[in-house]
């Protein structure tokens, strides 16, 4: 049947043989399936939570959770240090750390696409220039960058956004300026010069969509570690400052009261952090075998 | 080989200049006027203006820049508002324990990492590949951070097995040579400093080495997977040799060059790491420096420590790479 009917397998799209792809790796969709749960708590926090994430009494601080006699009803996971319900709090700090990481990846993203189309397309001297200034800004580890830059702009989220943005746009950059070169010296794209087509249209009809496959997979897989850093900035306490429920800021102030034994208030809040981030990688793995076979096993970066 | 030697090392100084001006608008460009961030709040008037004088504040920036430049350039990277001391000292006395818990954190990472890897390639698809392979997924997802506070509540507090933070428990005499604790005590022959160092090190030492052990092993999968394809693999179990010959020594050793690229990149990456690792095991090295200096924003500190910093990264690059170069010619000269 398949040989009598060639013209429709031709119509597949590769959106739709990537999506196959994509279906049929398990891991992929055990990590998308994760991080939709994960998404859904988070953003239905006022519907979950059982409490309010600063509704503060000390009577009943640092309470266990289920697994003890000692725990309070209604609090599930224990309380931290202010008597706060911790479940409540991680859905809620979820929020923070996941946006922290998605704007700052956002910003990457732009930034880092038209800074890598610009130098892989135009090539000559506006390509090393931008080059010589990405190697600059690699010359810094990237929590350390967004460690100095934070604490340069001052404190808060919006300045943790930026700095792990503006950490991972020459990332970007490099990623898309070198599927820019692969695609530019294509026949097609000379054919539709000759043809009279503008810089603009070949860039946006054909340079773009045909660098979609790496810039998927790498912005998955840079989510990943963005989220690492926002919650690794929360927890030196230059990102979110309290009474903000983000996990990081949660793990450090939960992280004094380690010595008196209540280890919960500082547990979940990185198991949270673990169980999104290894989501990420899944997915982001799965989507770079589906996606571009060649990336398969190359380092992250 | 000496035109990619000239033509990185030129390459050098132009990121190098880059990165000392971004530094330096880095710090100026922080809110505050810099003389109050050099004499501190209570600063009188007359002592501001001093500084202003002693600093060039008063001339055009870029002239500042170029005397900033020239002051480093001579070692001197000003004077820590905390302290007092001047950030070079305070740079090279933390530095040795960096270097000591990054070089521990490698050697855990490299060997456990190449071990599973290898492995996990030989028994592709077995029980011990799917575990080494999940093992890594959690290791390259673990906040470091978190891990380290984990390791202290179950080995330090609940199982009193090692100490807390720190690096020497006080009693125990060290002579101090390489200011390397673990090393120092070899050189010494001092066996209870040794011992000691080591029990203070092995906790921030794993947690560090986490996410590059991951790492390794990935990669180290992928290249032996690769290597283990190839003709001259087959041409040597046709030949009849050892499926351990085979293996360890040709596999391991093919398989070998592209997991030191991704050794040596992960060495500089492992500085964000140590920022936070020395943070929860309250060691004192740069990582717990630089953060504090933030916090405290201690700006001579922060500009300090990034050029230093910075210079230290693109130079321990460049020789990585040369080497590399020179291991495997095949590798082409270009930037």
Redesign the interface.
């Known amino acids: 049947m398949d040989n009598e009917n060639p013209i429709e397998v031709k119509q597949r799209t590769r959106t739709e043989i990537t999506l196959k792809q994509l279906r049929k790796n398990r891991t992929a969709m055990v990590g998308l399936g994760m991080l939709i749960v994960i998404f859904i708590l988070c953003i239905g926090a006022p519907i979950f939570a059982p409490h309010a994430p600063d509704d503060v009494d000390l009577d009943r601080g640092l309470k266990p959770g289920f697994w003890s006699k000692d725990g309070i009803a209604g609090y599930p996971l224990g309380t931290d240090n202010l008597g706060r319900d911790i479940l409540s709090r991680l859905l809620y700090g979820g929020r923070v750390t996941l946006s922290v990481g998605f704007v700052a990846l956002a910003f990457a993203l732009v930034a880092g696409t038209l800074l890598g189309l610009t130098a892989g397309y135009k090539g000559g001297i506006i390509d090393s220039a931008l080059m010589?200034?990405a190697?600059?800004?690699f010359?810094?580890?990237?929590?350390?960058l967004a460690?100095?830059?934070?604490?340069?702009?001052?404190r808060g989220i919006d300045k943790a956004m930026l700095a792990i943005g503006i950490v991972y746009t020459p990332q970007m950059a490099r990623i898309i300026r070198s599927a820019v070169l692969s695609i530019k010296e294509m026949e097609y794209i000379e054919a539709e010069h000759s043809l009279g087509a503008s810089d603009w249209r070949i860039v946006f009809k054909h340079v773009l969509p045909n660098s979609l496959a790496p810039l998927i997979v790498y912005s998955t897989l840079m989510l990943?570690t963005a989220i690492?850093d926002a919650?690794?900035l929360g927890?030196?306490?230059?990102g979110a400052q309290p009474p903000s429920p983000e996990w990081?800021l949660s793990?450090?102030i939960a992280?004094k009261y380690?010595?008196t034994?209540a280890?919960w208030a500082?547990?979940f809040?990185?198991i949270a952090?673990?169980i999104s981030?290894?989501s990420?990688?899944?997915l982001g793995?799965g989507l770079r075998d589906a996606l571009d076979p060649r990336l398969?096993?190359?380092?992250?970066i | 080989m000496k035109e990619y030697i000239l033509k990185r090392l030129g390459l050098l100084v132009i990121v190098l200049i880059g990165v000392s001006i971004i530094t330096f608008s880095l710090v100026r460009l922080a809110p505050g006027d810099p003389a109050v961030h050099l004499a501190g709040e209570h600063a009188s008037p007359q002592v501001l203006e001093n500084i202003r004088e002693k600093y060039h504040l008063n001339d055009p920036i870029y002239v500042q820049y170029f005397y900033w430049l020239r002051m480093a350039l001579q070692g001197d990277l000003g004077r820590s508002i905390e302290s007092r001391d001047l950030v070079i000292n305070e740079i090279l006395e933390r530095l040795p324990m960096t270097l000591e818990l990054t070089l521990f954190a490698i050697v855990i990472a490299s060997i456990i990492g190449i071990l599973a890897g290898v492995i996990s390639a030989v028994k592709q698809y077995s029980i011990a590949d799917y575990g080494v392979m999940i093992g890594a997924l959690f290791g390259v997802s673990m906040p470091v951070f978190w891990l380290g506070l984990m390791l202290i509540y179950i080995f330090s507090l609940q199982l009193g097995l090692t100490p807390v933070g720190g690096r020497l428990t006080t009693g125990i005499m060290l002579e101090r040579i390489t200011g390397m604790y673990v090393l120092d005590s070899i050189l010494t022959l001092n066996w209870p400093a040794f011992v000691d160092s080591l029990k203070h090190l092995i906790l921030p030492g794993f947690a560090l080495a986490t996410i590059p052990m991951a790492t390794v092993a990935r990669m180290t999968r992928s290249s032996m997977l690769e290597v283990l394809r190839q003709d001259f693999i087959r041409t040597e179990r046709a030949k009849g040799l050892s499926e351990r010959s085979v293996i360890y020594k040709h596999a391991v050793k093919n398989a070998l060059i592209p997991i030191v690229t991704v050794i040596g990149m992960e060495l500089g990456m492992l500085m964000g790491g140590a920022v936070l690792t020395e943070t929860i095991f309250t060691l004192p090295g740069l990582g717990k420096y630089i953060a504090d200096a933030i916090l405290a924003y201690d700006y001579p500190v922060v500009q300090g420590f990034t050029l230093f910093f910075a210079t230290l990264f693109v130079v321990v690059n460049l020789i990585t790479d040369i080497i590399y170069v020179y291991i495997d010619p095949r590798i082409k000269y270009e930037g």
């Open positions: 010589r200034i190697d600059i800004l010359a810094y580890p990237a929590l350390l460690l100095v830059v934070a604490g340069t702009l001052g990943a690492l919650a690794a927890f030196l306490g230059v990081g793990l450090s992280r380690l010595v034994g280890w500082a547990t809040p990185g952090i673990l981030v290894i990420l990688n899944m793995d398969k096993g190359g380092t992250k």
